[in-house]
C-alpha cells in the first residue's frame, strides 16, 4: 500500500492530463488529492488508488516557476522530497503542476522492452484518442440517436452559449429530450459541467434516467426522500446531494420537503434541467411551489435548460413567467413583454409575407425603417432587389429580423409541419357489444375510476373473460406477422393481460413494467425486437416510457389516459420522428361503459388519434369535469348530452386552433429551422461511415483478454472469460453483444453500442496508455546500413489547465513523433521496413547487456529529441491560438453587434466568452509534450555490441 502524507506530489496514472497532484489530508481510508493545475479534486481509496509518486531522479528535468531544471540530488525529510537544481534547495511542493515525465526512458535504458506491436499498437491509441477528442461529436458520438438535423443543430446552438439557457419548445414527437440529453452529455464531456440536477414530473424520472444511461451513457442517480435519509444515516452533517455529481430528482417532491430544497440549493449545480416546465404556476401575485424551488435553483445555476411543449399563446404569462427565469434581467415585467409580443406579432406578419413573395405594406416599410435605423437607403435598395424576386437577398433580410427578435436567442420551437418525416397516424376504433354478463359494466366501470384518478385502490383484473381480450386476440390474427405495442396504465393490468393471453392462445409475449430492473427491461426488449422473437409487448405507462419500439407500427390502446398530453405520449412512443411505417392506432370500448364516452370525446371532439393535440390541455381544462360526470352515469341518460359536449369540444378546438394559427410566431420558427448540413450532422455522418470498416475497438479490447466472435451483420459477442483486469463495469455479469452499427443499436437497447466515447473504450484506452505496455521498443532492421540506430520518442502534447476550458478541442493530445539517428541528425521521414516489422512478430528482445551501450547513446538522443519535441510542439500551439481567436473571436465580434440591436443578447455571455479566450490565450503557450514512448530501430549488428 502507498504511504501518503500532506504536501507530497503524486501523479493520476488514470488521468494524467490532471497534471502533478498535491495530497491534502488523510480521512479514513480514504486520501484527497488536489490538482491545482486543472481545479480537480479527488478522493481514492488507499488501497486502489491509480496514483504514482512523483519521484525525479539526479539528471532528470523538472519544472519549477515555468522554468526547466535539472535535479542535482534528492533527499526525503519528514516523507517529503527536497530536491537540488543548480544549486538551490526546492521542497517538492514548489513543483509545478505540469511536469515531463515518462518511464519510457528508464525502461529502455535498463534493457526492458516490449513487443514492437505492442509499441505500434500504443501508438495507435495515442492517435485515436486525440483524433476522438478533438471531434466535433465528443461526448456524444456513442450517443444511440438517429442523426435528425434539427436536433443535433439545437446542439450545436447550445454548445456556442456560455452558459447555455435555453427554453425548448419544440412540437411533441420532435425529440425535445433527445435534444436537452444532447446539450448535457456534450456540456459534461467538455468539462464545462460537472454537476448537473435533473428535475421532472414524478411520472418521468424513470424515463429521464433510462434515456440518460440507454442513450448517452450518462449514469444519473434517482434522489428521494428514502435515498437521502439513506444517506443521511451514514454522514448525519452531510449534504446528501453532494454525494453525486448528476441527479435526477422529482421536482413535486423536492418543492414540498423545505430541508431537500435548501439541501440542493446549497449543494451547488453547473447545469438545472427542467422538464414540463409549463407546469410551473406563476403570476404577479403567486408563485407555485415547483416555480419558486425553480427559480431558487435558476438564480446560482450557470446553465438552465426547459423543456415545454405548451405554445405561447396559450397563455402569454405563462410563457413569461419561463423567459424570466432563464433571463431575470431581461423579462423583468409582464405587461412590457404583452407589448413586446405584440411588437413580435407584426414581425411574424411581416417575415410571413416576405417568404410568400407577398408585397411589403406601408406599415411594413415603416417597421423595418425602425429595425435598421440609419440604414434607410440600403434597405430600399434590398427590398428593391426583393421585389424583383433576389430570394437571397429575401432570405438574408429574413436571417438579419431573426438577428433582431428577442426570445429567438433564448427560445427554439421546431413545428412537426417544418421538418416533414412523420408517419400518418392510423385510428381503427371499435365499438364492442355489451356482454351478456350483467357484471363486466360495473367492472368496467371501477377499472375505469382508478384510471382516471377517482378512486385509489386498483380493482382485481380478470380479463379472461373481457371482450376486450377477444377484440385483441382478433387484431393480432389480423395483422400477422407484425410486432405490436400495448400500453395500458398499471403493472397488474400487464400481468392481468399476460396470464389471460397464456390461457386463451399460445402466443410469445414480452412484458414491461415500472417493477421491472433495467437488465430484466433489455432483455425483454431484445426480445420483441428480435424477428423471431415476441410479436406483442404489453406496457405500463411508465414501464414503456424512455425505449424505441419504432420498429412497430401497431398500438393497441388497452385503456385510455384522461389527460390528453398523456395520450399523446402513448402515441409518441411509435409517432416520432424516424417512424418508416404509419402508424396504426387501435382501441375499443364496450358500448355504454365509461370507457366508451372517453374514447368517443377524445375521438370526435378531440380528433387526437389522427394528429398531434396543441390545445389538450386548456380542453381537458374547458371539459374534464362534465366529461366525468356524464362517464358516470347510465348509458341511454346521458347519450343526448354527451352529443352536445363533443359538438361544444370540437368548437372550442376549433377555435384555439385558429388562435394558435394566428398566433405562430414566424420569425422564431426560422430562426429554430435546421440546416440539413450542419458541421455536428456531416462529422457524425462521416464516423459511421468509417466504424463500419474499423476494428480497433476489437483490438483494444482483446489487449486485455476481452475475446470477440461476429454472431451476425453487425453484432459482436465479447467474451471477458480471459479478462486480464478488473474494473469493466460492463462485463460484470458475463459476456455482452456489442455492436458498431448505429441502425442496428437503435433497434436493440440491450446491445453494447461502442464508439470512441464509451466509458468501456475509454477505460480500455486510458489503461493501455496509463500503463507500461508498449512504452519501450526494440525492433532489428536489416535494411539499415551497418551501425545504425534510430531513436523515435513518441511524446504528448498536453496542456495542464481547468477543464471548463476545454482546451483539448483546440489542441488535443495528439502524439508528436521525433526520429533521431547516433549522429543526432533528424529523420522527418523515418519509418522502420515493413519487412522488418513483419518479422518481429511477437518476438520479445532482452537488451539488459547492451545496458552500457544504451547509457551512452540513448541520452544525448533523447535529448535532441526533446528539443526537437519543443519546437512541433511551439507550431501546435501556435495553431491551437489561431484557431481559438477565430472560433471564439468572430463568435465575440458578431454577439457585439447583435447587441446592439438585440437587447436578448446577455452582457454575461459576451464577457464569460472574453474570459476565456483570455484564459486559452494564457493556458495553450503552457502546454509541454510529455515523453510516452520510444522505439529503437538498428541494424542487425546491434545486437553484437558490448561495452
Not at 436493440?748 to 500503463?771: F, I, T
Given at each position: 500500500?502507498?504511504?501518503f ?6 501523479f ?8 502533478l497532484?498535491?495530497v491534502l ?9 488536489v490538482?491545482?493545475g486543472?481545479?480537480v479534486?479527488?478522493?481514492y481509496?488507499?488501497?486502489s488508488?491509480?496514483?504514482?509518486r512523483?519521484?525525479f531522479r539526479p ?9 526547466d531544471?535539472t535535479?542535482?540530488s534528492a ?6 522530497i527536497?530536491?537540488t537544481?543548480?544549486g538551490?534547495a526546492?521542497?517538492?511542493g514548489e513543483?509545478?503542476a ?7 526512458d528508464s ?13 505500434e499498437f500504443?501508438?495507435e ?6 483524433e476522438a ?5 465528443w461526448?456524444v458520438l456513442g450517443?444511440r440517436?438517429?442523426?435528425i438535423?434539427?436536433?443535433l443543430?439545437v ?10 439557457r435555453?427554453?425548448?419548445?419544440d ?11 444532447l446539450i448535457?452529455a456534450q ?6 459541467v ?5 428535475l421532472?414530473?414524478?411520472?418521468l424520472v424513470?424515463q429521464?434516467?433510462?434515456e440518460?444511461?440507454r442513450?448517452?451513457n450518462?449514469p ?6 428514502e ?5 443521511e ?12 455529481q448528476?441527479?435526477i430528482a ?6 414540498s ?11 451547488g449545480?453547473?447545469?438545472l ?12 401575485e403567486f ?8 427559480e431558487?435553483?435558476s438564480?446560482?445555476t450557470?446553465?438552465?435548460l426547459?423543456?415545454?411543449a ?7 404569462g ?6 424570466r427565469?432563464l433571463d431575470?434581467?431581461?423579462?423583468t415585467d409582464?405587461?412590457?413583454?404583452r407589448?413586446?409580443?405584440?411588437r413580435?406579432?407584426?414581425l411574424?406578419?411581416?417575415a410571413e409575407?416576405l417568404l ?7 406599415e ?8 435598421f435605423?440609419g440604414?434607410?437607403e440600403?434597405?430600399?435598395?434590398r427590398?428593391g432587389?426583393?421585389a424583383a424576386g433576389?430570394t437571397?437577398?429575401r432570405?438574408?433580410?429574413?436571417s438579419d429580423?431573426v ?17 416533414g418525416g412523420?408517419?400518418?397516424?392510423l385510428?381503427?376504433?371499435?365499438a364492442?357489444?355489451v356482454?351478456?354478463?350483467?357484471t363486466?359494466?360495473?367492472r368496467l366501470?371501477a ?6 384518478g ?6 382485481a ?10 377484440w ?12 405490436v405495442l ?5 403493472r ?5 393481460l399476460?396470464e389471460a393471453l397464456?390461457?386463451r392462445?399460445?402466443l410469445p409475449v414480452a412484458?414491461f ?6 437488465l430484466?427491461?433489455d ?6 425486437a428480435d ?5 406483442l409487448?404489453i406496457?405500463?405507462e411508465?414501464g ?12 393497441v ?9 398523456m ?13 418508416r411505417?404509419?402508424v ?5 370500448a364496450?358500448?355504454g361503459?365509461a ?10 371532439g378531440?380528433d387526437a ?7 389538450g ?9 362534465e366529461?366525468?360526470q356524464l ?5 341511454d341518460?346521458?347519450e343526448?348530452a ?5 359538438k361544444?369540444?370540437?368548437d ?10 394566428e398566433?405562430r410566431d414566424?420569425?422564431l420558427?426560422l430562426?429554430?429551422?435546421?440546416h440539413p448540413?450542419?458541421?455536428l450532422l ?10 463500419a470498416?474499423?476494428?480497433?475497438a476489437?483490438?483494444?479490447l482483446e489487449?486485455f483478454?476481452?475475446?470477440n466472435?461476429?454472431l ?7 467474451d471477458p472469460?480471459h479478462v486480464t483486469?478488473?474494473?469493466?463495469e460492463?462485463?460484470?455479469n458475463?459476456p455482452r453483444?456489442?455492436t ?10 440491450d446491445?453494447l ?8 473504450l475509454l477505460?480500455?484506452?486510458e489503461?493501455?496508455v496509463?500503463g507500461?505496455?508498449?512504452n519501450a521498443?526494440?525492433?532489428v ?20 489547465a481547468?477543464r471548463?476550458?476545454?482546451v ?5 493530445p ?6 533521431v ?5 533528424l529523420?522527418?521521414?523515418f519509418a ?5 516489422r ?6 520479445v528482445f532482452d ?9 551512452a547513446?540513448?541520452?544525448p538522443m533523447?535529448?535532441?529529441a ?8 511551439a507550431q ?7 484557431t481559438a481567436?477565430?472560433?471564439l473571436?468572430?463568435e465575440i465580434?458578431?454577439l457585439r453587434a447583435?447587441?446592439?440591436v438585440?437587447p436578448?443578447?446577455r ?9 476565456e479566450?483570455d484564459?486559452?490565450?494564457a493556458a495553450?503557450?503552457t502546454?509541454r509534450?510529455?515523453?510516452d514512448?520510444?522505439?529503437?530501430v538498428?541494424?542487425?549488428d546491434?545486437l553484437?555490441?558490448r561495452?
Amino acid at each position: 500500500m502507498n504511504t501518503f502524507a500532506p504536501g507530497q506530489r503524486w501523479f493520476s496514472s488514470a488521468e494524467p492530463e490532471l497534471g502533478l497532484g498535491t495530497v491534502l489530508r488523510l480521512a479514513g481510508r480514504q486520501v484527497q488529492i488536489v490538482f491545482t493545475g486543472t481545479g480537480v479534486v479527488r478522493m481514492y481509496a488507499l488501497g486502489s488508488a491509480p496514483l504514482l509518486r512523483a519521484v525525479f531522479r539526479p539528471g532528470e528535468r523538472v519544472r519549477i516557476g515555468g522554468q526547466d531544471k535539472t535535479v542535482e540530488s534528492a533527499e526525503l525529510h519528514d516523507a517529503l522530497i527536497h530536491y537540488t537544481c543548480d544549486g538551490q534547495a526546492h521542497a517538492e511542493g514548489e513543483l509545478d503542476a505540469e511536469q515531463p515525465v515518462s518511464q519510457a526512458d528508464s525502461r529502455l535504458l535498463s534493457g526492458r522492452v516490449d513487443r514492437n506491436d505492442q509499441f505500434e499498437f500504443r501508438r495507435e491509441c495515442l492517435q485515436r484518442r486525440a483524433e476522438a477528442r478533438a471531434h466535433p461529436g465528443w461526448g456524444v458520438l456513442g450517443a444511440r440517436i438517429d442523426l435528425i438535423p434539427h436536433q443535433l443543430q439545437v446542439a450545436e446552438r447550445a454548445s456556442q452559449r456560455r452558459p447555455p439557457r435555453l427554453l425548448l419548445a419544440d412540437e411533441v414527437g420532435l425529440g425535445k429530450t433527445i435534444e436537452a440529453c444532447l446539450i448535457t452529455a456534450q456540456q459534461l464531456a467538455s468539462g464545462r459541467v460537472r454537476r448537473v440536477l435533473v428535475l421532472v414530473p414524478e411520472s418521468l424520472v424513470n424515463q429521464w434516467f433510462v434515456e440518460l444511461l440507454r442513450r448517452f451513457n450518462l449514469p444519473f442517480a434517482i434522489y428521494d426522500e428514502e435515498r437521502c435519509e439513506s444517506l443521511e444515516l451514514t454522514e448525519p452533517k452531510a449534504n446528501p446531494f453532494e454525494d453525486e455529481q448528476c441527479v435526477i430528482a422529482s421536482v413535486d417532491w423536492l418543492a414540498s420537503h423545505d430541508k431537500r430544497a435548501r439541501q440542493a440549493l446549497a449543494a451547488g449545480w453547473d447545469l438545472l434541467l427542467v422538464d414540463e416546465a409549463h407546469h410551473l404556476v406563476w403570476t404577479p401575485e403567486f408563485s407555485s411551489p415547483g416555480y419558486a424551488l425553480v427559480e431558487s435553483l435558476s438564480l446560482q445555476t450557470p446553465g438552465l435548460l426547459l423543456l415545454t411543449a405548451t405554445p405561447e399563446q396559450l397563455g402569454l404569462g405563462g410563457h413569461f413567467a419561463r423567459l424570466r427565469l432563464l433571463d431575470p434581467a431581461r423579462y423583468t415585467d409582464l405587461e412590457s413583454y404583452r407589448e413586446e409580443s405584440r411588437r413580435y406579432l407584426e414581425l411574424s406578419a411581416l417575415a410571413e409575407r416576405l417568404l410568400e413573395d407577398q408585397a411589403l405594406t406601408t406599415e411594413d416599410m415603416a417597421t423595418l425603417s425602425a429595425l435598421f435605423p440609419g440604414d434607410d437607403e440600403a434597405l430600399v435598395g434590398r427590398l428593391g432587389r426583393i421585389a424583383a424576386g433576389d430570394t437571397r437577398e429575401r432570405d438574408a433580410l429574413l436571417s438579419d429580423l431573426v438577428d433582431r427578435h428577442g426570445t429567438g436567442r433564448v427560445m427554439i420551437r421546431n413545428r412537426r409541419a417544418a421538418i416533414g418525416g412523420f408517419p400518418v397516424r392510423l385510428p381503427h376504433l371499435t365499438a364492442l357489444d355489451v356482454p351478456e354478463d350483467p357484471t363486466v359494466l360495473g367492472r368496467l366501470r371501477a377499472e375505469f375510476a382508478h384510471d382516471v384518478g377517482e378512486t385509489d385502490d386498483e380493482p382485481a383484473h380478470d380479463y379472461a373473460r373481457d371482450p376486450r381480450t377477444d377484440w385483441l386476440l382478433g387484431i393480432l390474427e389480423a395483422v400477422a406477422p407484425a410486432k405490436v405495442l400495448l400500453l395500458c396504465r398499471s403493472r397488474a393490468k400487464v400481468q392481468a393481460l399476460e396470464e389471460a393471453l397464456r390461457l386463451r392462445s399460445g402466443l410469445p409475449v414480452a412484458r414491461f413494467h415500472e417493477d421491472m430492473n433495467l437488465l430484466q427491461r433489455d432483455r425483454n426488449a431484445a426480445y420483441f425486437a428480435d424477428p423471431e422473437g415476441a410479436r406483442l409487448l404489453i406496457a405500463s405507462e411508465i414501464g414503456a416510457e424512455g425505449r424505441n419500439f419504432q420498429f412497430a407500427q401497431h398500438l393497441v390502446m388497452w385503456d385510455l389516459p384522461l389527460h390528453p398530453d398523456m395520450l399523446e405520449q402513448r402515441i409518441g412512443r411509435l409517432d416520432r420522428i424516424g417512424q418508416r411505417g404509419d402508424v396504426n392506432i387501435h382501441a375499443a370500448a364496450v358500448a355504454g361503459s365509461a370507457q366508451d364516452v372517453l374514447l368517443r370525446w377524445v375521438h370526435e371532439g378531440l380528433d387526437a388519434f389522427r394528429g398531434v393535440l396543441a390545445d389538450g390541455r386548456e380542453l381537458l381544462r374547458s371539459f374534464g369535469a362534465e366529461l366525468l360526470q356524464l362517464a358516470a352515469q347510465d348509458g341511454d341518460a346521458r347519450e343526448p348530452a354527451l352529443t352536445e359536449l363533443i359538438k361544444r369540444t370540437r368548437d372550442k378546438h376549433a377555435e384555439l386552433a385558429r388562435i394558435i394559427a394566428e398566433g405562430r410566431d414566424r420569425l422564431l420558427e426560422l430562426g429554430s429551422r435546421s440546416h440539413p448540413s450542419t458541421r455536428l450532422l456531416t462529422a457524425l455522418r462521416e464516423d459511421d461511415h468509417h466504424a463500419a470498416m474499423d476494428d480497433h475497438a476489437l483490438r483494444l479490447l482483446e489487449h486485455f483478454g476481452i475475446h470477440n466472435e461476429p454472431l451476425a451483420a453487425n453484432l459482436w459477442l465479447l467474451d471477458p472469460e480471459h479478462v486480464t483486469v478488473d474494473g469493466f463495469e460492463e462485463f460484470k455479469n458475463g459476456p455482452r453483444t456489442a455492436t458498431f452499427d448505429r441502425m442496428t443499436a437503435l433497434g436493440r437497447d440491450d446491445l453494447l453500442y461502442l464508439r470512441a466515447d464509451h466509458p468501456l473504450l475509454l477505460s480500455a484506452g486510458e489503461l493501455l496508455v496509463s500503463g507500461e505496455s508498449g512504452n519501450a521498443a526494440f525492433l532489428v532492421d536489416d535494411s539499415l546500413p551497418p551501425r545504425t540506430v534510430v531513436m523515435e520518442a513518441v511524446s504528448v502534447l498536453e496542456c495542464v489547465a481547468p477543464r471548463g476550458l476545454d482546451v483539448e478541442r483546440y489542441l488535443p493530445p495528439a502524439p508528436l513523433v521525433v526520429a533521431v539517428d547516433t549522429r543526432l541528425q533528424l529523420r522527418p521521414d523515418f519509418a522502420p521496413g515493413e519487412r522488418a516489422r513483419l518479422r518481429a512478430g511477437d518476438r520479445v528482445f532482452d537488451l539488459s547487456p547492451q545496458r552500457k551501450v544504451l547509457a551512452a547513446l540513448v541520452p544525448p538522443m533523447l535529448e535532441r529529441a526533446r528539443e526537437e519535441a519543443l519546437l512541433q510542439a511551439a507550431q501546435r500551439i501556435e495553431s491551437a491560438l489561431t484557431t481559438a481567436d477565430q472560433l471564439l473571436g468572430n463568435e465575440i465580434d458578431r454577439l457585439r453587434a447583435l447587441a446592439q440591436v438585440n437587447p436578448a443578447v446577455r452582457p454575461e455571455e459576451i464577457a464569460a466568452l472574453e474570459s476565456e479566450l483570455d484564459a486559452l490565450r494564457a493556458a495553450l503557450p503552457t502546454a509541454r509534450p510529455r515523453l510516452d514512448s520510444l522505439r529503437l530501430v538498428a541494424s542487425t549488428d546491434f545486437l553484437q555490441l558490448r561495452r
